[in-house]
């Protein structure tokens, strides 16, 4: 340590000390001295020499002793100089470091001042003490306008009980203590300002201010407003996310790379009746049927491999029902740009599907209803297209029988035969097949069983059933329950009319062949049988002209009335040919009494041995019996015996004449005889017969005579 004497008094003195660690200064010296040697040096510390350091003396130097200043007595000046020598490296050490503190104070008063984060200082009660000048771009206060205020004044009243929990938490540890808010901060425009404040309790430094006693709060505060608004959009969206993701009806899912499901929504648990915990972690094919495992694997590879969205439409049997879906596959990606995930959305399009495959097979349909030429082929057609249209297994066209009130199938799928057996009988009046086919309105249910309407149990459970106008009904149907919507039952009228109308084209057709068919034979008949008899009483007419004989004019009356009877059978039979029209029910005995008496019968007997009952267009059946009696009579003379009788499903008529020859039988009843009127006859029998859809058959009877045969009556 080196030590330089000088004179206060003489300044030349000052110029020789390059350097000065510290001024050892007796306190005889002039306080006027005194402020030029602190102005020349004014971080050097003063060490004063006390003369006489009584009663006064805290007043007087001490109260002038800065923080880096000291005093030794001036006794030990002398006696003990090694004390004094330590007393001044202890003043200069010390100025050292509070040298040193104070440039750090600065430093840090530079950073806090220039700070764009908030700094306060609260004391113990929290009150500001101070505030960072940033307070004026954060809150718009002047830096020094809220010093003295209570803090918790300004804080927002839904975060003050936190803010203050956090404050006084600290503030009451006997340890330095860091706590954590996030709050709304009154702006100077009245507005709230979002902060997220991070402080910490210290003690008060006493050597400073010896009026600030206890433990203060330091908060270092960052504007948040921006981030907090954006946190909650961000959250707000996740939110509606998660809404969106929770109540969609498509079918949501994340997968690794190893193909385990990381994420699934309610409607995929829903999908495949799992709970979601039931499927996460699990693979594909713990998870889907093994028929479409290696689909939706080959899928997944796919999208991965090429490192983008892809779509797909999946057609899957999930739980024994086909589903499909649209698909749209996309491969997640790191921050690397390395796929760490594939995410899926797929959407149902079940419906859409089968509603494209339906007018499809409603468009193939037209084409092949429109080859059809038979009744036959038009229910194989129309049984075919509705099984796939709308997808219903037990199919059926019911065609009615008006004289049991019954439908009965035309055509039918095995699936039917199955359920109501080869030929089942659909009930009038409380059948529901049975007024859609009266009412002409169509009926769907998706839960048979259910349904007041249907009286019986059955093994249906869900059915369509499609009029046909005056043929009868469309009958589609399943054991399985099924909701038919609206494009079902559209579908279902559209091909019940394409049915309908192929129908009436059949009938028509039909028809027009028969009418075609009679017109020929009529032809024939007035080109060749009318013909004979015609020219044969013109030839008698003209020899009895020539010969004035008038016995003449018998053969051209028996001409006359020849031609007049082919005439009558030509009439029956066009008649026949209309078809059948009105039913009612009669006994045969009634009938067959009728016709006796509408004819010519001499000697000839009629016993009828049957009270059975029948129902039938009575006009034709009448008809029926006029023919075949007349015939009976005519073959097997005036005196003959006819019997009718009951067999079973019919009846007979027989009677005691000459018979028919075996090998005639069958060109009678096909109408290929020459005889004019035994021609007629049988083919008037026939037609009645063809049109009740009953059957003919000729024999002989017990008395040797001709027997007729008539079978299927209901």
């Not at 006359?560 to 045969?588: C, H, K, Y």
């Not at 005691?656 to 096909?670: C, N, T, V």
């Amino acid at each position: 340590m080196t030590i330089t004497v000088v004179d206060a008094t003489h300044v030349d003195d000052w110029d020789r000390t390059e350097s000065v660690d510290c001024v050892l200064c007796h306190d005889s010296v002039s306080s006027t001295e005194i402020d030029r040697i602190r102005s020349e040096w004014p971080a050097v510390p003063f060490v004063y020499v006390i003369a006489d350091h009584g009663e006064g003396f805290e007043e007087g130097v001490m109260a002038e002793l800065r923080p880096v200043d000291d005093w030794v007595g001036e006794d030990r000046l002398v006696a003990e100089p090694s004390f004094v020598v330590a007393r001044l490296r202890r003043t200069v050490e010390r100025a050292e470091v509070l040298s040193d503190v104070r440039e750090r104070a600065a430093h840090f008063s530079g950073l806090v001042e220039n700070a764009s984060d908030l700094v306060t200082v609260l004391d113990e009660n929290g009150v500001v003490q101070y505030l960072s000048p940033s307070v004026s771009d954060i809150l718009g206060y002047e830096q020094n306008e809220l010093v003295g205020e209570y803090a918790f004044d300004y804080i927002h009243p839904d975060d003050t009980d936190h803010a203050a929990e956090v404050f006084f938490d600290g503030v009451a540890s006997e340890e330095s203590r860091t706590g954590h808010a996030v709050f709304r901060f009154r702006h100077a425009n009245g507005s709230w300002i979002s902060l997220e404040g991070v402080g910490q309790s210290i003690p008060a430094d006493t050597t400073v201010d010896t009026e600030r006693d206890g433990r203060e709060f330091v908060v270092i505060s960052r504007d948040i407003t921006e981030m907090r608004k954006t946190i909650e959009e961000l959250r707000g969206t996740r939110d509606q996310l998660q809404v969106i993701l929770d109540n969609t009806t498509a079918v949501v899912y994340m997968k690794d790379l190893e193909q385990r499901y990381l994420y699934v929504n309610p409607a995929f648990e829903q999908l495949f009746d799992r709970s979601r915990e039931e499927i996460l972690g699990k693979r594909s094919e713990e998870i889907h049927p093994a028929v479409n495992v290696e689909q939706i694997n080959e899928m997944d590879r796919e999208v991965l491999e090429k490192g983008q969205s892809n779509k797909y439409v999946e057609d899957f049997r999930i739980q024994g029902k086909r589903r499909v879906f649209f698909n749209v596959r996309a491969p997640l990606f790191d921050a690397d740009g390395d796929p760490y995930a594939i995410y899926g959305i797929a959407t149902e399009i079940t419906e859409r599907k089968e509603r494209e495959e339906s007018m499809q097979a409603l468009a193939q349909a037209g084409p092949r209803l429109l080859e059809c030429e038979t009744m036959e082929s038009v229910g194989s057609v129309a049984v075919s297209v509705t099984k796939s249209v709308l997808n219903q297994p037990i199919t059926a066209i019911l065609v009615s029988d008006e004289r049991d009130d019954v439908l009965r199938p035309a055509v039918m799928t095995d699936e039917l035969i199955e359920q109501l057996g080869d030929s089942p009988r659909i009930n009038g009046s409380a059948s529901v097949a049975w007024r859609v086919f009266t009412t002409g309105e169509l009926y769907a249910s998706g839960n048979v069983d259910a349904d007041p309407e249907v009286e019986e149990p059955t093994a249906i459970a869900s059915e369509i059933i499609v009029p046909l106008g005056e043929h009868g009904v469309l009958l589609a149907a399943s054991t399985e329950p099924r909701e038919f919507d609206e494009h079902d039952l559209e579908f279902a009228t559209i091909l019940g009319s394409m049915i309908q109308g192929t129908i009436d084209r059949v009938d028509r057709e039909r028809q027009l062949q028969t009418k075609n068919q009679r017109l020929g034979e009529f032809s024939n008949v007035i080109a060749h049988d009318l013909r004979n008899p015609l020219a044969v009483a013109k030839g008698y007419t003209e020899l009895a002209q020539d010969t004035g004989d008038v016995a003449h004019l018998s053969d051209v009356e028996e001409g006359i009335e020849r031609a007049l009877s082919i005439m009558d059978g030509l009439l029956a039979l066009a008649r026949t040919g209309q078809g059948v029209s009105e039913f009612d029910s009669a006994t045969l005995e009634r009938l067959a009494n009728e016709a006796w008496s509408s004819i010519e019968t001499c000697d000839a007997t009629l016993q009828v041995e049957t009270d059975r009952t029948v129902t039938a267009d009575l006009r034709w059946l009448r008809q029926l019996f006029e023919n075949v009696f007349r015939n009976a009579i005519e073959h097997g003379g005036t005196d003959c015996s006819v019997r009718v009788g009951s067999i079973d499903g019919g009846f007979y008529i027989a009677d005691d004449g000459p018979g028919i020859d075996p090998e005639h039988r069958d060109r009678l009843l096909e109408a290929e005889t020459t005889d004019g009127d035994v021609r007629f006859g049988f083919k008037i029998i026939q037609d009645v017969v063809d049109a009740h859809g009953w059957e003919l058959s000729i024999g002989e009877s017990e008395d040797g005579g001709a027997r007729f045969e008539i079978v299927g009556l209901r």
